[in-house]
């Protein structure tokens, strides 16, 4: 390779799955014009997350997955080099594809006991077949941020917590399986955004941590995995005064961060890789065009992520950057491409989904997760409030048809309600309905898993919850993620709370059996949420 075909490895520009041919040709440019290292797959643009302001409607393609697999291999055809498919799959391929198998959230995975942390091994593994059948050889996951601001905006739910062994551990066991199966592992977001209140897709986070606080906890999980020879570490959006001499530069721009701290003073050779280069913490600084990508890449990123100005940032790097360096940032993707075997043709998609073991694996996390939040022999008083005909369920957010009342219904029978919207009239009748029992059983479906707008919930219907907790015997279950009780009012008023960390099906009918054999609960919250 010429030594600008050799840049051109280092760009790894998005490839959105649901997008026009016009897009998808000027992607086969980019491969045949620059030699391109590889692509980062999304759904959609209206799907990714600096389009949130936009409000564009993500539309559902039941052939995304057909559709992604015909993409990797038309681009593969055309690239002289074998070319490195990335994917941000933490929870699974149906992070971005629609009808694959989706694992818990590593929340969900932080709640299991020590001697279950073998799941996540589980789950890696998993994710790992899942990818190689659609002919993606590079996750760009686990998070390895410890999770300990709970206002945090954008790590929460996908963060395995705010213990730094945990996080540490799950990570490793997380990346195991991925290795296992010959799939490419990824740290992020270095040097941790778990303590932020910014959504870096927005703005840029500011770190306030010294570097002795920060060897002390969010840079434990990814020492380790230095130690365990990760394949690559994601550099955040996220600036970390203290390690820039004061200035409020991204870390992703930061010589400081990454070529000080991260390659000489923690030891690591591996593969480093940029956030996205689109997200607005960092997009928007350069007015030309080429700019962004050289400051990347000066600053110690072998890979550059969602790179929007290919041609120019080759043209930059190629100016500026010495032999040597662009030596050492090819010799590391190179390894990473033997290592999966790429360069050997083995790049095809292959294999099937096994969605029996999927469920079989999300049962078992499901029945070792389950949290009791406070227990006042809940199941006892649902029984009796049952045989005297004083309970009634009520379901918010999903319909009076789902998965944990059904498997209810044959034992433990009673009136069914459901509140699927903050319409005043609608919670007006539904207080009225509810008048003549004195027990209720709510299971609430947090509607989203992140934080903004009280994660979706309609202040109308937090505010009918604290009324209802007030006035009856209140046994409530929660689908969803754990830091939605720091909104909810008057939870000390409940009879009992039982934490469920997702809503799949396997999760429902868990919760269900739990009730009915008020069977003991193994999981325990991964994080501290006021209000409990």
């Known amino acids: 390779m010429t030594v600008e075909q050799k840049i051109g490895q280092f760009f790894f520009p998005a490839a959105f799955i649901n997008d026009t041919e016009e897009n998808f040709q000027e992607i086969e440019l980019l491969i045949k014009q620059h030699n391109i290292g590889g692509l980062t797959f999304f759904h959609s643009r209206a799907s990714a997350a600096t389009n949130y302001e936009a409000q564009k409607k993500v539309e559902i393609n039941d052939d995304s997955l057909e559709r992604l697999k015909e993409l990797i291999i038309r681009f593969q055809k055309c690239a002289t080099t074998p070319l490195l498919m990335s994917i941000d799959a933490e929870w699974g391929l149906a992070m971005r594809v629609e009808n694959t198998p989706q694992y818990p959230y590593a929340i969900s995975l932080g709640a299991l006991p020590e001697r279950y942390e073998y799941l996540a091994y589980e789950v890696g593994k998993r994710t790992g077949l899942d990818l190689k059948c659609a002919g993606i050889q590079y996750n760009l996951a686990p998070l390895a941020d410890i999770n300990n601001n709970p206002n945090n905006p954008v790590i929460g739910y996908r963060s395995f917590g705010q213990d ?107 593969l480093v890789i940029s956030d996205a280069l689109n997200m607005h913490s960092v997009s928007k600084l350069y007015d030309i065009k080429g700019q962004l990508e050289w400051e990347a890449f000066n600053a110690g990123n072998d890979v550059l992520c969602f790179a929007e100005n290919v041609a ?172 939605v009780y720091q909104v909810i009012p008057n939870l000390k008023s409940t009879l009992g709370i039982m934490h469920v960390y997702q809503d799949f099906r396997e999760f429902q009918e868990s919760a269900a059996r739990q009730l009915l054999r008020n069977s003991r609960c193994r999981g325990t919250l991964p994080v501290t949420v006021a209000g409990i």
Not at 225 to 249: F, Y
Not at 312 to 340: D, H, M, Y
Not at 448 to 461: G, H, Q, R, T, Y
Request: aromatic letters at 8%; hydrophobic letters at 40%; one cysteine or more.
């Open 164 to 270: 730094k062994e945990r996080v540490s551990n799950f990570a490793q066991e997380y990346l195991r399986g991925l290795n296992e199966v010959g799939v490419l592992g990824c740290l992020k977001h270095f040097p941790g955004h778990g303590n932020t209140s910014v959504d870096s897709h927005l703005g840029l986070p500011i770190l306030e941590e010294t570097l002795e606080e920060l060897m002390q906890n969010e840079l434990i999980p990814f020492i380790k995995g230095i130690e365990n020879n990760v394949d690559s570490i994601m550099i955040g959006h996220l600036a970390v005064p203290a390690l820039n001499d004061g200035k409020n530069t991204s870390a992703t721009l930061s010589k400081p961060i990454i070529e000080d701290l991260l390659r000489k003073q923690l030891g690591y050779d591996g």
């Open 312 to 483: 120019e940032g080759i043209k930059e790097i190629l100016k500026n950057a010495t032999p040597e360096r662009i030596e050492a940032s090819f010799s590391r993707l190179w390894k990473c491409k033997q290592k999966v075997g790429i360069l050997d043709g083995n790049f095809a998609p292959e294999g099937d989904f096994d969605f029996e073991t999927t469920s079989i694996l999300n049962r078992l996390i499901a029945d070792k997760s389950t949290t009791k939040i406070k227990d006042n022999n809940n199941s006892l008083h649902l029984f009796e409030a049952k045989n005297n005909d004083k309970l009634a369920k009520l379901s918010l957010y999903k319909d009076t048809d789902n998965i944990f009342f059904k498997s209810l219904s044959i034992v433990l029978p009673s009136p069914l309600f459901a509140l699927e919207t903050g319409d005043k009239e609608a919670i007006e009748k539904m207080t009225e309905d509810l008048k003549k029992f004195d027990t209720i059983l709510v299971s609430l479906f947090v509607p989203k898993a992140k934080p903004l707008n009280n994660f979706d919930i309609e202040d109308s219907v937090l505010a009918f919850l604290g009324d209802l907790f007030s006035k009856k015997k209140c046994v409530l279950y929660v689908f969803g993620n754990p830091y």
